[in-house]
Protein backbone atom coordinates (compact mmCIF):
# COMPACT_ATOMS: atom_id res chain seq x y z
CA UNK A 1 0.00 0.00 0.00
CA UNK A 2 3.13 2.54 0.25
CA UNK A 3 5.70 2.43 -2.24
CA UNK A 4 9.40 3.29 -0.90
CA UNK A 5 11.61 3.82 -3.95
CA UNK A 6 15.03 6.13 -4.25
CA UNK A 7 17.39 3.51 -3.34
CA UNK A 8 20.57 2.69 -4.92
CA UNK A 9 24.68 1.75 -4.88
CA UNK A 10 26.38 4.73 -2.99
CA UNK A 11 29.91 5.73 -1.56
CA UNK A 12 30.79 6.12 1.87
CA UNK A 13 30.28 9.57 2.90
CA UNK A 14 27.55 10.22 -0.21
CA UNK A 15 24.01 10.96 0.06
CA UNK A 16 20.89 9.45 -1.37
CA UNK A 17 16.84 10.56 -0.81
CA UNK A 18 14.73 7.74 -0.28
CA UNK A 19 10.50 8.85 -1.23
CA UNK A 20 7.72 6.81 0.49
CA UNK A 21 4.06 7.41 -1.00
CA UNK A 22 0.83 5.75 -2.04
CA UNK A 23 -1.83 5.63 -4.28
CA UNK A 24 -4.48 4.38 -2.05
CA UNK A 25 -3.97 5.92 1.21
CA UNK A 26 -3.32 10.13 1.99
CA UNK A 27 -0.15 9.84 4.11
CA UNK A 28 -1.24 13.40 6.00
CA UNK A 29 -3.08 11.64 8.23
CA UNK A 30 -0.40 9.24 8.96
CA UNK A 31 2.52 8.95 11.08
CA UNK A 32 4.76 7.71 8.84
CA UNK A 33 8.19 5.89 9.67
CA UNK A 34 11.08 4.53 7.84
CA UNK A 35 13.14 1.37 9.39
CA UNK A 36 15.64 -0.97 7.63
CA UNK A 37 16.88 -4.29 7.70
CA UNK A 38 19.26 -6.41 7.02
CA UNK A 39 19.33 -10.24 6.49
CA UNK A 40 19.09 -12.11 9.79
CA UNK A 41 18.58 -9.37 12.05
CA UNK A 42 15.32 -7.51 12.90
CA UNK A 43 13.88 -4.34 11.81
CA UNK A 44 15.30 -2.02 13.11
CA UNK A 45 13.76 2.00 13.51
CA UNK A 46 15.48 4.64 11.16
CA UNK A 47 13.23 7.39 11.75
CA UNK A 48 9.24 8.70 11.96
CA UNK A 49 7.59 12.12 11.36
CA UNK A 50 4.17 13.40 12.77
CA UNK A 51 1.11 13.59 10.46
CA UNK A 52 1.22 17.34 10.84
CA UNK A 53 5.35 17.17 10.26
CA UNK A 54 5.44 18.78 13.42
CA UNK A 55 7.64 16.32 15.39
CA UNK A 56 10.50 13.90 14.15
CA UNK A 57 12.45 10.95 15.81
CA UNK A 58 15.33 9.28 14.96
CA UNK A 59 17.43 6.53 16.42
CA UNK A 60 20.57 7.40 17.69
CA UNK A 61 22.87 5.91 15.06
CA UNK A 62 21.14 8.17 12.34
CA UNK A 63 20.49 11.41 14.11
CA UNK A 64 22.40 14.02 12.51
CA UNK A 65 23.05 12.18 9.82
CA UNK A 66 19.28 11.76 8.01
CA UNK A 67 16.37 13.81 8.21
CA UNK A 68 13.03 12.77 7.46
CA UNK A 69 10.77 15.45 6.42
CA UNK A 70 7.12 15.03 4.13
CA UNK A 71 5.34 16.71 1.32
CA UNK A 72 2.00 16.98 1.88
CA UNK A 73 0.94 18.15 -1.18
CA UNK A 74 2.95 15.39 -3.28
CA UNK A 75 1.99 12.83 -0.84
CA UNK A 76 4.97 11.47 -0.03
CA UNK A 77 7.40 11.48 3.07
CA UNK A 78 11.72 11.90 2.47
CA UNK A 79 14.39 10.60 4.20
CA UNK A 80 17.74 12.49 3.45
CA UNK A 81 20.90 10.26 3.77
CA UNK A 82 24.05 12.06 4.45
CA UNK A 83 27.38 11.07 5.77
CA UNK A 84 26.15 7.15 4.76
CA UNK A 85 28.41 4.35 5.57
CA UNK A 86 28.71 0.65 5.00
CA UNK A 87 26.63 0.56 8.06
CA UNK A 88 23.61 1.72 6.94
CA UNK A 89 23.64 -0.82 4.38
CA UNK A 90 20.12 -2.30 4.28
CA UNK A 91 16.72 -2.68 2.84
CA UNK A 92 14.54 0.68 3.78
CA UNK A 93 10.60 0.31 4.15
CA UNK A 94 8.66 3.25 5.15
CA UNK A 95 5.79 2.43 7.21
CA UNK A 96 2.57 4.11 8.37
CA UNK A 97 0.03 4.33 10.86
CA UNK A 98 -2.88 7.03 11.73
CA UNK A 99 -1.17 7.74 15.13
CA UNK A 100 1.54 6.13 17.62
CA UNK A 101 2.28 7.31 21.04
CA UNK A 102 5.96 9.35 21.26
CA UNK A 103 7.34 6.55 23.74
CA UNK A 104 6.64 3.48 21.16
CA UNK A 105 7.29 4.95 17.63
CA UNK A 106 10.82 2.60 17.21
CA UNK A 107 7.94 -0.36 17.27
CA UNK A 108 7.69 -1.71 14.10
CA UNK A 109 4.67 -3.90 15.11
CA UNK A 110 2.28 -0.90 15.93
CA UNK A 111 2.38 0.12 12.00
CA UNK A 112 -0.22 -1.05 9.68
CA UNK A 113 0.76 -0.37 6.56
CA UNK A 114 4.35 -1.17 5.06
CA UNK A 115 5.75 -0.26 1.49
CA UNK A 116 8.00 -3.17 -0.40
CA UNK A 117 11.06 -1.67 0.70
CA UNK A 118 14.25 -0.35 -1.65
CA UNK A 119 17.73 -1.48 -0.88
CA UNK A 120 20.50 1.31 -0.19
CA UNK A 121 24.06 -0.31 -0.56
CA UNK A 122 26.96 1.77 1.06
CA UNK A 123 30.64 0.44 -0.16
CA UNK A 124 33.41 1.52 1.55
Known amino acids: QLQASGGGLVQAGGSLRLSCTSS????????VGWFRQVPGKEREFVAT????????YYSDSVKGRFTISRDNTKNTVFLTMNRLSPGDTAVYFC???????????????????WGQGTLVTVSS
Open 24 to 31: TRTLSRYD
Open 49 to 56: IRWSGGDT
Open 95 to 113: AAESRIISSQVSNARLYDF
